[in-house]
């Protein structure tokens, strides 16, 4: 899971968004709605799945080259999801700021389950408005992701990586082996830069092609930077290894 820069819409695509919430909002309080019916009308207008320039595609944009889905990083984002499920809260499925892209599986493991805590707060990761890794960890010898340990592991942000981590199945093997390949690849990215270092923006270039899932912050982090062959890099090149954390932080 990688954290996700929201991009603005056009003027037109945001009224359009605006002018459906309307409508859905004014048929709730007649007791008419079908979200249901409305979203599937909408979801075949150019507004929200033309190929360019549309809701869809601004969220395609969002995700990076390869397209990936923003909760498990793996697989082709394919369709766009409600993060607080439409069903349940209609008055969010016209809202951009809830809107992100997912794959099949993980829209299917998803569905309208939405955990909250004692609060009402959402227990899952929006990758569009924090930075996953604040609660989620990386095993890199086996690509597993597990909830960040904090404290005695009962605090809002271990509680948040454990509930993501448990609906969307990112202990999958699948999923590992994914995670398991790119921290491998980075590895070698790495490996490859101390052996005859290169220039920076080359090697930054190298770095993100390779960081399809969302890894580099985790690798740069408290622990990824005491492993072979990044605490290499810290220790012998700390200017490279300090405009590359500059340059994760900007993108932030």
Same mark, same amino acid.
């Given at each position: 899971m990688?954290?996700?820069?929201? &991009? %603005?819409?056009s003027d037109?695509?945001?009224?359009y968004l605006e002018?459906?919430?309307?409508?859905?909002?004014?048929q709730?309080e007649?007791?008419?709605?079908?979200?249901?019916? !409305?979203?599937?009308?909408?979801r075949?207008?150019?507004?929200?799945?033309a190929?360019?320039?549309?809701? /869809?595609?601004?969220?395609?944009?969002?995700?990076?080259?390869?397209q990936?889905?923003?909760? @498990?990083? #793996?697989?082709?984002?394919?369709?766009?999801?409600? /993060?607080w499920?439409?069903?349940?809260?209609?008055?969010?499925?016209?809202h951009?700021?809830?809107?992100?892209? @997912? @794959?099949?599986?993980?829209?299917?493991l998803?569905?309208?389950? /939405?955990?909250?805590?004692?609060n009402?707060?959402?227990? $899952?990761?929006? %990758?569009?408005?924090?930075?996953?890794?604040c609660?989620? #960890?990386l095993?890199?010898e *086996?690509?597993?992701?597990l909830?960040?340990?904090?404290?005695d592991?009962?605090?809002?942000?271990?509680?948040?990586?454990?509930?993501? *981590?448990?609906l969307f199945? $990112?202990?999958?093997?699948?999923?590992?082996?994914?995670? !398991?390949?790119t921290?491998r690849h980075l590895?070698?990215?790495v490996a490859?830069?101390?052996?005859? %270092?290169?220039?920076?923006?080359?090697f930054?270039?190298? &770095?993100?092609?390779?960081? *399809?899932?969302?890894?580099?912050?985790?690798?740069?982090?408290?622990?990824?930077?005491?492993?072979?062959?990044f605490?290499?890099l810290?220790?012998?090149?700390?200017? *490279?290894?300090?405009?590359?954390?500059?340059?994760l932080?900007?993108?932030?």
């Open positions: 990688r954290r996700i820069q929201r &991009l %603005p819409l037109t695509a945001a009224q002018d459906r919430q309307t409508h859905a909002n004014a709730r007649q007791g008419t709605l079908d979200i249901e019916a !409305r979203w599937k009308d909408a075949q207008t150019d507004k929200i799945s190929p360019h320039h549309s809701i /869809f595609s601004t969220l395609r944009q969002m995700a990076g080259p390869a990936r889905c923003m909760y @498990c990083s #793996d697989s082709l984002g394919s369709d766009i999801e409600h /993060f499920p439409k069903t349940p809260y209609p008055e969010q499925a016209f951009w700021p809830n809107l992100l892209l @997912c @794959c099949a599986r993980c829209g299917r998803k569905g309208d389950r /939405f955990p909250l805590d004692a009402g707060h959402p227990l $899952l990761i929006n %990758p569009s408005r924090e930075d996953p890794w609660h989620l #960890d095993d890199p *086996v690509g597993t992701l909830p960040k340990a904090i404290g592991g009962a605090s809002a942000a271990a509680l948040k990586g454990q509930e993501t *981590v448990r199945q $990112l202990t999958a093997e699948a999923v590992q082996d994914g995670h !398991r390949r921290f590895q070698r990215c490859d830069f101390l052996a005859a %270092p290169d220039t920076l923006d080359h930054w270039q190298n &770095l993100q092609d390779q960081d *399809v899932r969302g890894l580099l912050p985790w690798c740069w982090g408290d622990i990824g930077r005491t492993l072979a062959p605490s290499e810290h220790q012998n090149h700390p200017e *490279v290894w300090a405009e590359v954390s500059n340059r932080n900007s993108a932030l």
